[in-house]
């Protein structure tokens, strides 16, 4: 299906989003035994979840690590999010590239070290519209970047709805996310999928040689919009392979708005 060109929001969102946009005191200041990489906003993370069968994603689980079930399911997730005020290292400024979309497709994974389960995500394909940030990303952890041109859009419909739109273009052919919230924001309930999704706070990237590496990721509980009609169009096999996209092709099991806020990604180290 044919897409037209997007034109970029105000990179701050509406007054009426009623979104926090600074870090919440429940935020981490400081984490112990790493080092930062990498400080940013991560906003309106638009969130479509497919359960699939476990099969289809063990060629992707990276060494030293297994799935992670929710309800006995196994998900993946197409995610299209704003990755804003991104500085190197908590301080660099990465000029030209400190404000863009980012689009990926994850699943979740565990691993247990010593007394302490890991939950954590692991990426199948990551999509940006710089060509430095995709190198940078598979530089330092392998992980599986490609730069296209990319839009989003980002506005009220009235009645405290929001619509949001992740697209993505492959030749002269776009692709897309997009979805409508209904009703107020929250947080996810106790042991619900919405908390399963957001909450995993590790990162594990397959690497080439063998074994993976292990990075932490830091945020606060997100609160979250329930929607009332998602959807995803476009060439997924192009990108995920065929028993990927036909998945893709289904109803999401899922579908909501993450609020986001600030986030800390550590350097990671090989395990």
């Not at 991104?86 to 247990?112: A, D, T, W």
């Not at 957001?198 to 979250?224: I, K």
Request: with cysteine; hydrophobic share 40%; proline share 5%.
């Amino acid at each position: 299906m044919q897409f037209p060109v997007l034109v970029s929001q105000n990179e701050h969102p509406h007054a009426d989003f009623l979104l926090n946009r600074t870090a919440r005191s429940d935020h981490p200041r400081y984490v112990s035994s790493d080092e930062v990489f990498l400080t940013a906003e991560w906003q309106h993370l638009a969130m479509l979840n497919y359960e699939v069968d476990a099969g289809l994603l063990l060629p992707f689980v990276p060494a030293g690590t297994e799935l992670d079930r929710w309800n006995e399911k196994v998900f993946v997730s197409l995610v299209g999010f704003r990755f804003l005020k991104s500085k190197l290292f908590g301080f660099l400024p990465i000029p030209m590239h400190s404000n863009f979309e980012e689009v990926n497709l994850r699943f979740y994974v565990r691993r247990q070290a010593g007394s302490e389960v890991r939950r954590g995500v692991a990426f199948i394909r990551e999509m940006v519209p710089r060509r430095a940030i995709a190198f940078v990303a598979r530089t330092f952890y392998n992980e599986h970047y490609v730069a296209l041109p990319m839009a989003h859009e980002i506005r009220s419909v009235g009645d405290n709805r929001l619509r949001v739109a992740y697209r993505w273009r492959s030749g002269k052919c776009w692709s897309g996310i997009n979805l409508e919230t209904d009703g107020n924001s929250e947080l996810p309930g106790e042991g619900s999928v919405e908390q399963f999704i957001t909450e995993h706070y590790w990162g594990y990237a397959a690497q080439p040689s063998g074994g993976c590496v292990e990075y932490r990721v830091t945020h606060p509980s997100w609160r979250v919009w329930q929607v009332r009609q998602s959807a995803f169009e476009g060439n997924a096999e192009k990108f995920y392979g065929k028993e990927i996209a036909a998945a893709l092709r289904g109803e999401p099991e899922s579908a909501f708005l993450a609020e986001g806020s600030a986030v800390t990604v550590m350097r990671g180290r090989r395990l």
